[in-house]
């Protein structure tokens, strides 16, 4: 009888002991099983937007290189993901620029299931008629969150500072930019990516303007609406303030404003490259 006793109690110990053992090492166990599960995601993600990203956002997903299948160079249509501005701190400032109210978590896997509408950026959810599940959104936006990292985020990129005279800009030479000729082709491909055919419609089509005027004629007009404004100088300058000058018939009627209808923060997205507005120039107002 008293064997028992002994017995049990020793066996209750061993277990208690066990036990407790189990119990202090759970919270490593589960970290450990977290940072794994954590890596795998981001590295999923990278193969995810390796495969069908990286055509408009870019290398690296800074929009400055972009291949097509066969690996020909072809412009980037997208905006850069790897940016200070979409990725680091709390508030990033393009969630402002856009008005969303909410996280940039929220924000970027919003942008990414859902697609832009008016723009060529595509849904990807299933949910919203694109080829991917909720799981591998989630991970190829987690791949984009991850660009966040300490060393990035430690210090704010200074944004571009836009001269106020388009001949400046168009002659600028600094440590960090030299302006380029105008490529008009480029410029076409830089009016497709920042949506400005869903406002202004197509240049070689009069009346295929949705929102905003027709630009076809701008480089002519241009030069009749601001006086001391050469049409190149215009529409430079219409491109960063838009509410400086409020053109007169828009679309379906009067333009209105200010504040203008037309987006508002092209000086800031056009910042991460410069010579796309020099482009864009070349295309509508030739330069
Ligand atoms: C056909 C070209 C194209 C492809 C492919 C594409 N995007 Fe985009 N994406 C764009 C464009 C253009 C925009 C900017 C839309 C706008 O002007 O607001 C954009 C915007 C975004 C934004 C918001 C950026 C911001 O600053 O507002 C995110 C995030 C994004 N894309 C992620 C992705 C991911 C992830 C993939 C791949 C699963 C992808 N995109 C594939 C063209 C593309
Ligand atoms: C959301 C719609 C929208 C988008 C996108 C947009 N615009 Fe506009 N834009 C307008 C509206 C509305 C006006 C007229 C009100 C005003 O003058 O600000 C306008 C005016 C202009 C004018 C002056 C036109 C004139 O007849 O005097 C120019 C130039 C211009 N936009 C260029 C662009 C370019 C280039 C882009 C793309 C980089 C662009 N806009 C994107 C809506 C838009």
């Known amino acids: 009888m008293q064997v028992k006793v002994v ?9 208690m002991i066990i036990l407790g053992y189990a119990a202090l090492r759970e919270p490593e166990r ?13 590295e999923t993600g990278a193969k995810i937007y390796i495969d069908n990203c990286a055509t408009c956002h870019g290398v690296e997903a800074k929009a400055e290189e972009c291949y097509d299948a066969t690996g020909n160079s072809i412009t980037c249509q997208g905006l850069p993901l790897n ?3 979409l990725v680091c701190g709390d508030a990033p400032a393009r969630l402002e620029q856009t008005r969303f109210e909410g996280t940039k978590e929220q924000f970027i896997e919003r942008t990414i299931a859902a697609g832009r509408s008016g723009t060529v950026m595509p849904p990807w959810s299933s949910r919203y008629g ?7 959104v989630a991970n190829v936006a987690a791949f984009v969150l991850n660009f966040a990292n300490e060393e990035f985020c430690a210090e704010e990129p200074i944004s571009f500072d836009w001269p106020e005279l ?3 800009f168009l002659t600028l030479e600094t440590e960090d930019f030299v302006a380029g000729p105008g490529d008009p082709e480029n410029g076409a491909a830089v009016y497709a990516s920042y949506a400005c055919t869903s406002c202004h419609g197509n240049v070689d089509e009069a009346g295929s303007n949705q929102i905003g005027p027709w630009l076809g004629d ?3 007009v241009g030069a009749t609406r601001v006086e001391g404004q050469t049409a190149l100088q215009y529409v430079y300058h219409s491109i960063l303030y838009p509410n400086d000058y409020i053109a ?13 209808a037309m987006v508002q923060d092209l000086a800031f997205r056009m910042s991460s490259n410069p010579q796309d507005m020099i482009d864009l120039l070349a295309y509508l107002v030739g330069n």
């Open 130 to 136: 694109g080829p991917m599940r909720d799981d591998q």
């Open 218 to 220: 701008i480089a002519e």
């Open 248 to 260: 007169p018939d828009c679309a379906n009627g009067p333009c209105t404003g200010p504040p203008s």
């Open 166 to 168: 388009v001949e400046d």
């Open 30 to 42: 589960l970290e450990h099983f977290t940072n794994a599960r954590e890596g795998r995601t981001i």
């Open 7 to 15: 017995i049990g109690t020793i066996a209750f110990m061993l277990t």
């Open 83 to 85: 940016n200070y501005f």
